[in-house]
T-cell receptor
Framework: DQQVKQNSPSLSVQEGRISILNCDYTNSMFDYFLWYKKYPAEGPTFLISISSIKDKNEDGRFTVFLNKSAKHLSLHIVPSQPGDSAVYFCAASSYGGSQGNLIFGKGTKLSVKP | NAGVMQNPRHLVRRRGQEARLRCSPMKGHSHVYWYRQLPEEGLKFMVYLQKENIIDESGMPKERFSAEFPKEGPSILRIQQVVRGDSAAYFC???????????FGDGTRLSIL
């Protein structure tokens, strides 16, 4: 049973446009969410996180939106750059992340075309 | 580079041998996590350790797998009597405290012949 779902395996976007990556979760106990970016043969790199007490968090070109009633979050990247091409993972945790174990989605491969 | 250091980057073992994967957390981080990633899958949590203590091992297979994080030295993930199904990328992450974002190493790719 997959508790964190990224239903789009891939996404292609033109450079300069907005990239929107989506993530759905089923466990209502999740209250802390993170996005990671991963290049081939490297480890995931932390991008941005959001606590369930917020509905939006912004850091430079990256914004995460959380819709608790829909159990849905999204990562917006604007403007998209070719260097953003990578696999993006959504992850969730309970108890404010203090539980330690992150539950990951399967990832969405983003391709940003020049 | 003060990031999470994992070694070796690649490890090849024959069935029945032992595999030892090492992880040195970021400076100042005392919480370590191990994850496994199978091809085309997301990362799956295995174990969460703090210095000398296992906090949560709910994702660890009951047999053949063990982990430690001694007072001195790196964290070790040990797999005894490896089988083909153990082939995967194993990632270690660390954080300064509970509830803080986890920062990952570049992983160890384990291949079982």
């Amino acid at each position: 049973d997959q508790q964190v779902k990224q239903n789009s395996p891939s996404l292609s976007v033109q450079e300069g446009r907005i990239s929107i990556l989506n993530c759905d979760y089923t466990n209502s106990m999740f209250d802390y969410f993170l996005w990671y970016k991963k290049y081939p043969a490297e480890g995931p790199t932390f991008l941005i996180s959001i606590s369930s007490i917020k509905d939006k968090n912004e850091d430079g070109r990256f914004t995460v939106f959380l819709n608790k009633s829909a159990k849905h979050l999204s990562l917006h990247i604007v403007p998209s750059q070719p260097g953003d091409s990578a696999v993006y993972f959504c992850a969730a945790s309970s108890y404010g992340g203090s539980q330690g174990n992150l539950i990951f989605g399967k990832g969405t491969k983003l391709s940003v075309k020049p | 580079n003060a990031g999470v250091m994992q070694n070796p980057r690649h490890l090849v073992r024959r069935r029945g041998q032992e595999a030892r994967l090492r992880c040195s957390p970021m400076k100042g981080h005392s919480h370590v996590y191990w994850y496994r990633q199978l091809p085309e899958e997301g990362l799956k949590f295995m174990v969460y350790l703090q210095k000398e203590n296992i906090i949560d091992e709910s994702g660890m297979p009951k047999e053949r797998f063990s982990a430690e994080f001694p007072k001195e030295g790196p964290s070790i993930l040990r797999i005894q009597q490896v089988v083909r199904g153990d082939s995967a990328a194993y990632f270690c992450a660390s954080s300064p405290d509970r509830g803080q974002p986890q920062h990952f190493g570049d992983g160890t790719r384990l291949s079982i012949l």
